[in-house]
């Protein structure tokens, strides 16, 4: 559920990327409370993966705001 193509965000509108923008933030805030319990992550890349998805939704909704 983490990655997301910037092909992806093109195609959503700007509610859907709030939305999965907040999905994103919720998912980031699992994974780091799993890593302080000293538990090994079950995809160990997930979380770099959650933190980049992030910062393509913010990039375009960057992007469009100042168009």
């Known amino acids: 559920m983490a990655h997301i193509k910037s092909r992806d965000i093109d195609q959503m509108n700007p509610e859907q990327r709030e939305r999965r ?4 933030r919720e998912e980031l805030l699992q994974l780091r409370a799993q890593q302080a319990l000293g538990g090994s992550s079950s995809d160990a890349g997930a979380y770099k993966q959650t933190r980049r998805s992030i910062a393509r939704l913010l990039t375009k909704m960057s992007e469009e705001s100042k168009e």
């Open 21 to 24: 923008l907040a999905e994103l």
